[in-house]
Every structure is written in C-alpha cells, then in structure tokens.
T-cell receptor, first 111, second 115 residues
Framework: SQKIEQNSEALNIQEGKTATLTCNYTNYSPAYLQWYRQDPGRGPVFLLLIRENEKEKRKERLKVTFDTTLKQSLFHITASQPADSATYLCARTGGGNKLTFGTGTQLKVEL | EAQVTQNPRYLITVTGKKLTVTCSQNMNHEYMSWYRQDPGLGLRQIYYSMNVEVTDKGDVPEGYKVSRKEKRNFPLILESPSPNQTSLYFC??????????????FGNGTRLTVT
C-alpha cells in the first residue's frame, strides 16, 4: 500500500525564521503531492499542489519541493509568523480514487 | 460562499442507536468523500463517491454506509454505532477524484462520541 510519513514531533521555531516540514513517501512516486493546513477543530484547507515533474512550487511565503530520488517533499514557510501555527498535512495520489494523508506535523511559531 | 456543510458539529450517542451525519456541498463537485481522523492515525478514508449513484469503499468502511442520491448531498450512516467509532469525521468534495490533481474542500467536522 502507498504510505506517506510526516514527522509526528511538533516543530517549534521563532518568528521570522523559515519553517521546514518533511513528507516522505513509499513505493512509486505519486503524480501529485498536496499540502494542507489544519487548525484545531477545523477541516484541512488546501495550500499547494506540486506535480511529479516539478521540482519546486511557490505561493507567497510558501514553497514546496518534490524530490523523486529521495521520495520526499519539503514544505517551507519563510518569515514565519505566529499565525502560521497549525498542523500541516501532506497527501499523495495513488492507489485508487483517493488521496492518502500523512498524520501531519504541528508547527508552533513563537514570538 | 463555496462550502462543504456538515451537521451536526457535535454528537453524543449510545451504542446501537442509528445515526446519520449529513454533508452538503454547493460547488457542483462530482467527487465526495468521508474521512475519520484519530490521534496518531491521521485522516483515513471511509467511503467515497465519484458521482451520483456511484459509491465505493475507502480504507475503513466497516460499520458505515453512505448514499449519493443527489450531487450535492453525501450522508454518512452508522446503523449500529459502537465506541470504536468515536472519532472526528470530515466530509470533503472536489471537482473530480481519482488520480486527478483536484484539491479537496473539507467541512468543519463532526465530533462523534459513542458511549
């Protein structure tokens, strides 16, 4: 089965620094990887999608990379702010009509 | 406003008492899906629907039923709830499912407790 793994430990960083979150996958490379943000008690919200043939994608302060050799995607938030504190989920296509989600990494941005 | 609406937000029930969680989307999306989210296990798909009258099992379908009689609605039915179905449930929709790149739009969740 297709697995997707994210660091379950919370990531604490200082305001203004760059946060980097990791998503690793197993088996074959997915056609797409998606990243979502989830706030406590709320549904996930879509942030970015990166295709297999794209190395990097940017949106404002967000950047996602996709390394098919390492079977890994990195999610960066530059100039992080306390409002960026949330859980970030990555999801992969593959294995049928669904997205498979990682368990998410909690980010805390401190003043 | 484009949204996925789930009801109720919170539900406490007893073992064996049938319940339905409703889900409605106003975006004319073809694809709808139900997920449950548990600590340490992440989001796991229960059932999905590629279109009206087309439904299929996800990873954890046991104990659940769904129907898709209309495009906008995708209710989740628990015929005989058990305590292991205590969880946070999310409905989601997208323009198309499968191996597409369509992002999912999620509802705000239903927290179910079965005693």
């Amino acid at each position: 089965s297709q697995k997707i793994e994210q660091n379950s430990e919370a990531l604490n960083i200082q305001e203004g620094k760059t946060a980097t979150l990791t998503c690793n996958y197993t088996n074959y490379s997915p056609a797409y990887l998606q990243w979502y943000r989830q706030d406590p008690g709320r549904g996930p919200v879509f942030l970015l999608l990166i295709r297999e043939n794209e190395k990097e994608k940017r949106k404002e302060r967000l950047k996602v990379t996709f390394d098919t050799t390492l079977k890994q995607s990195l999610f960066h938030i530059t100039a992080s702010q306390p409002a960026d504190s949330a859980t970030y989920l990555c999801a992969r296509t593959g294995g049928g009509n669904k997205l498979t989600f990682g368990t998410g990494t909690q980010l805390k941005v401190e003043l | 406003e484009a949204q996925v609406t789930q009801n109720p937000r919170y539900l406490i029930t007893v073992t064996g008492k049938k319940l339905t969680v409703t889900c409605s989307q106003n975006m004319n999306h073809e694809y709808m899906s139900w997920y449950r989210q548990d600590p340490g296990l992440g989001l796991r798909q229960i059932y999905y629907s590629m279109n009206v009258e087309v439904t299929d099992k996800g990873d954890v379908p046991e104990g659940y039923k769904v129907s898709r009689k209309e495009k906008r609605n995708f209710p989740l039915i628990l015929e005989s709830p058990s305590p292991n179905q205590t969880s946070l449930y999310f409905c989601a929709s997208s323009t198309e499912g499968g191996e597409s790149n369509s992002p999912l739009h999620f509802g705000n969740g239903t927290r179910l407790t079965v005693t």
